[in-house]
């Protein structure tokens, strides 16, 4: 039995990141993913990722990309084929099975592009920081403006 980790230190020093505790809370969950298709994620500057998944054996139209509240979903589906149920295999190492894959992405993370080599899916995301979320200098003037008579 896994004890919970304390979050209480977290709370004293951070404000705002309440729901950090949820998403580590989420990950660690036993309900795990399957390890297919394997994966890789890459940092390719401060703020562009990508995501490579190796999709032997699927075209670019038995594969779906999208993104719902903060989650990166790719699935795989395999058309059923007559003729295959017939092949008989020695060793049959390539899956080609349907697949569901799901990322959490962190706030203002958006994909801005996929594409395909060699067996690889790849996809690239990148954090645009909106305007209003970015740091500000704030001006000392002396005077309170909440107190200020008209």
């Given at each position: 039995?896994?004890?919970s980790p304390?979050f209480?230190?977290?709370?004293?020093s951070?404000?705002?990141f309440?729901?950090?505790?949820?998403?580590?809370?989420k990950?660690?969950r036993?309900?795990?993913?399957?390890?297919?298709p394997p994966f890789?994620i890459?940092?390719?500057?401060?703020d562009?990722?990508r995501?490579?998944m190796?999709?032997?054996g699927?075209?670019?139209?038995e594969l779906?990309?999208?993104t719902k509240?903060?989650n990166?979903i790719?699935?795989?589906?395999?058309?059923?084929?007559?003729?295959?149920?017939?092949?008989k295999?020695?060793?049959?190492g390539i899956?080609e099975?349907?697949?569901e894959?799901?990322f959490?992405?962190g706030?203002?993370?958006?994909?801005i592009g996929?594409?395909?080599?060699?067996?690889?899916l790849?996809?690239?995301?990148?954090r645009?920081?909106p305007e209003?979320?970015k740091?500000?200098?704030?001006?000392?003037n002396?005077?309170?403006?909440?107190?200020a008579?008209?």
């Open positions: 039995m896994r004890n304390d209480s230190p977290l709370y004293r951070f404000i705002g309440d729901h950090l505790a949820g998403l580590i809370d990950a660690a036993a309900d795990k993913q399957s390890s297919y890789n890459e940092l390719l500057s401060q562009k990722y995501v490579s190796a999709v032997a699927f075209s670019e139209q779906d990309i999208e509240q903060n990166l790719v699935t795989g589906t395999k058309p059923v084929i007559k003729d295959q149920a017939e092949k295999f020695l060793h049959q899956a099975r349907n697949f894959r799901k959490q992405l706030d203002h993370v958006k994909v996929a594409f395909m080599e060699d067996g690889l790849h996809i690239d995301l990148e645009e920081i209003a979320l740091p500000r200098k704030i001006a000392i002396g005077k309170s403006l909440l107190n008579e008209s």
